[in-house]
């Protein structure tokens, strides 16, 4: 049973302003796994006052001094790694492989990219007479999500520190563990005073106090397109930054040449990944319609094999997070079916042998038409749907046809091909036949959000631009 009843404040560990609990579920079992203390908005009033005060001297830090210090949470966040996979395992249900893998490794990864871009990073540049200067934003809001916990706090937190800013961190309430071990390294590796901070909250308590408070210089926002909405008009009255990263349902374009069947699978393996919680899943597959039962065929075999089970063991997916979760995916699925989508597999319950925890079926939907239910919302869960198309041009109307922009993809052996498709595709990002790159820009278009994380892109959001006019006069 885990009890993380404090807050990271000012460098100490300190009882909230009022004492309030909230129970922190694992979705594996259904059952309460630990408390978290939830604050409010005076907790949150200490914490700035922390990070405001802070600001003064990392703010003027040399890059030497801020590279140290990172290389120190570095060595760190190694000694804890099995630490923050068994957290991320217990607070959202991931399993080991997907826990010890990918989750705890992306956070890695934005740590040794930060430490690699501010080496280098030009925040000082002559242009003529004029001296342009990349100063820190100031104090920080970062509000993250739990489908991601660790990569979306470690994409926030890293660049934040590299550039000289300060924050303050409110985590999701719903999967808080490895949070407070991402707040136990930053102690454990000597991060100043005040420079780094956490409370625990929910998004009424703690997320509006932070995105409404006068000495937060900016807010970066990561969760539902609704909740983002809510962060901005906070934010607006104080005339804040805000950065979004937001929902998507993004569209996979599988071109009809000789990788189809590859493609379509390759697609589908995609989609059940993290049990289908990431917001960038290519949930929209689009296939010419002439190979329709094609694609139904394949995605069946191929959904039909994900492994769906305890995390402790190895299984290709976990539970979805929560209850709340698990209700409105079963909703969608059962709207999918109401307004007549073909189920080529899965569909509502519980998968077959499992009596416990939030499990979703794999699902694939065929046959499925734009303006579906299932084809407009962010379903957030193990559910494919596909769609057909009879040329490129029409596959391009309807992936764009749609609120969202955060990403997209294109699937097919005729690169050419694809590059031309991915040109039209309005997203903040599309891979073609699944291409990564953790420097890459990541953010959204429309409903999607605004701003850009990761690499040298993710470092533009701490930084305000300042122009020093005749500092070399000619």
């Given at each position: 049973?885990?009890?993380?009843?404090?807050?990271?404040?000012?460098?100490?560990?300190?009882?909230?302003?009022?004492p309030?609990?909230?129970?922190?579920?694992?979705?594996?079992?259904?059952?309460?796994?630990?408390?978290?203390?939830i604050?409010?908005?005076?907790?949150?009033?200490?914490a700035?006052?922390?990070?405001?005060?802070?600001?003064t001297?990392?703010?003027?830090t040399?890059?030497?001094?801020?590279?140290?210090?990172?290389?120190?949470?570095?060595a760190?966040?190694?000694?804890?790694?099995?630490?923050?996979?068994?957290?991320?395992?217990?607070?959202?249900?991931?399993?080991?492989?997907?826990?010890?893998?990918p989750?705890?490794?992306?956070?890695?990864?934005?740590?040794?990219?930060?430490i690699?871009?501010?080496?280098?990073?030009q925040?000082?540049?002559?242009h003529?007479?004029?001296?342009v200067?990349?100063?820190?934003?100031?104090?920080?809001?970062?509000?993250?999500?739990?489908?991601?916990?660790?990569?979306?706090?470690?994409?926030?937190?890293?660049?934040?520190?590299?550039?000289?800013?300060?924050?303050v961190?409110?985590?999701?309430?719903v999967?808080p563990y490895?949070?407070?071990?991402?707040?136990?390294?930053?102690?454990?590796?000597?991060?100043?005073?005040?420079?780094?901070?956490?409370?625990?909250?929910?998004?009424?308590?703690?997320?509006?106090?932070?995105?409404?408070?006068?000495?937060?210089?900016?807010?970066?926002?990561?969760?539902?397109?609704?909740?983002?909405v809510?962060?901005?008009?906070?934010?607006?009255?104080?005339?804040?930054?805000?950065?979004?990263?937001?929902?998507?349902?993004?569209p996979?374009?599988?071109l009809?040449?000789?990788?189809?069947?590859?493609?379509?699978?390759?697609?589908?393996?995609?989609?059940?990944?993290?049990s289908g919680?990431?917001?960038?899943?290519?949930s929209?597959m689009?296939?010419?319609?002439?190979?329709?039962?094609?694609?139904?065929?394949?995605?069946?075999?191929?959904?039909?094999?994900v492994?769906?089970?305890?995390?402790?063991?190895?299984?290709?997916?976990?539970?979805?997070?929560?209850?709340?979760?698990?209700?409105?995916?079963?909703?969608?699925?059962?709207?999918?079916?109401?307004?007549?989508?073909?189920?080529?597999?899965?569909?509502?319950?519980?998968?077959?042998?499992?009596?416990?925890?939030?499990?979703?079926r794999?699902?694939?939907?065929?046959?499925?038409?734009?303006d579906?239910?299932?084809?407009?919302?962010?379903?957030?869960?193990?559910?494919?749907?596909?769609?057909g198309?009879?040329?490129?041009?029409?596959?391009v109307?309807?992936?764009?046809?749609?609120?969202?922009?955060?990403?997209?993809?294109?699937?097919?052996?005729?690169l050419?091909?694809?590059?031309?498709?991915a040109?039209?595709?309005?997203?903040?990002?599309?891979?073609?036949?699944?291409?990564?790159?953790?420097?890459?820009?990541?953010?959204?278009?429309?409903?999607?959000?605004?701003?850009?994380?990761?690499?040298?892109?993710?470092?533009?959001?701490?930084?305000e631009?300042?122009?020093?006019?005749?500092?070399?006069?000619?």
């Open positions: 049973m885990r009890e993380y009843l404090k807050f990271y404040i000012d460098g100490r560990w300190v009882d909230p302003v009022e309030n609990t909230l129970d922190v579920d694992n979705p594996t079992t259904e059952k309460i796994s630990g408390r978290i203390a604050g409010g908005a005076a907790d949150v009033d200490k700035v006052e922390a990070a405001r005060k802070a600001f001297t990392w703010s003027s040399t890059r030497e001094e801020r590279l140290t210090v990172l290389s120190a949470i570095l760190e966040y190694q000694k804890r790694v099995a630490d923050l996979a068994d957290a991320v395992s217990e607070e959202m249900g991931a399993p080991a492989s997907l826990a010890a893998g989750q705890v490794n992306m956070g890695l990864g934005h740590l040794a990219t930060a690699e871009v501010l080496k280098n990073f925040f000082e540049e002559q003529g007479s004029t001296l200067v990349r100063e820190p934003i100031g104090v920080c809001g970062l509000i993250t999500p739990w489908n991601w916990p660790i990569n979306q706090i470690a994409c926030k937190v890293f660049p934040a520190l590299a550039a000289g800013c300060t924050m961190l409110k985590p999701s309430e999967a490895s949070a407070q071990i991402f707040a136990e390294i930053i102690a454990a590796a000597g991060v100043p005073a005040g420079v780094f901070n956490l409370v625990y909250g929910d998004g009424p308590g703690v997320g509006s106090a932070l995105s409404s408070h006068p000495d937060i210089d900016m807010v970066s926002f990561t969760g539902s397109t609704r909740a983002g809510d962060v901005a008009k906070n934010a607006a009255q104080t005339v804040k930054r805000v950065t979004q990263e937001l929902g998507g349902k993004s996979n374009i599988v009809d040449d000789d990788d189809f069947a590859k493609s379509v699978a390759a697609g589908t393996s995609v989609m059940m990944m993290n919680q990431s917001c960038n899943a290519p929209r689009l296939v010419p319609n002439s190979r329709m039962d094609e694609a139904k065929s394949i995605a069946r075999d191929t959904a039909g094999a492994k769906v089970g305890d995390p402790d063991v190895k299984t290709a997916i976990g539970p979805v997070v929560s209850k709340v979760q698990f209700d409105k995916i079963q909703g969608l699925i059962q709207k999918g079916i109401d307004e007549g989508a073909t189920v080529v597999v899965g569909g509502t319950g519980r998968p077959d042998g499992v009596d416990a925890g939030y499990y979703v794999p699902t694939v939907f065929g046959d499925v038409t734009n579906m239910t299932i084809a407009r919302e962010e379903i957030f869960g193990p559910v494919l749907c596909i769609l198309y009879d040329d490129l041009d029409q596959a109307a309807i992936a764009n046809d749609t609120e969202y922009g955060l990403a997209g993809y294109v699937s097919g052996a005729d050419d091909a694809a590059r031309a498709v040109r039209r595709i309005r997203a903040g990002s599309v891979a073609i036949n699944h291409g990564f790159d953790i420097n890459a820009p990541f953010g959204g278009y429309k409903s999607s959000g605004n701003g850009r994380e990761w690499g040298q892109f993710g470092f533009d959001e701490y930084l631009t300042k122009a020093a006019l005749g500092y070399s006069p000619e």
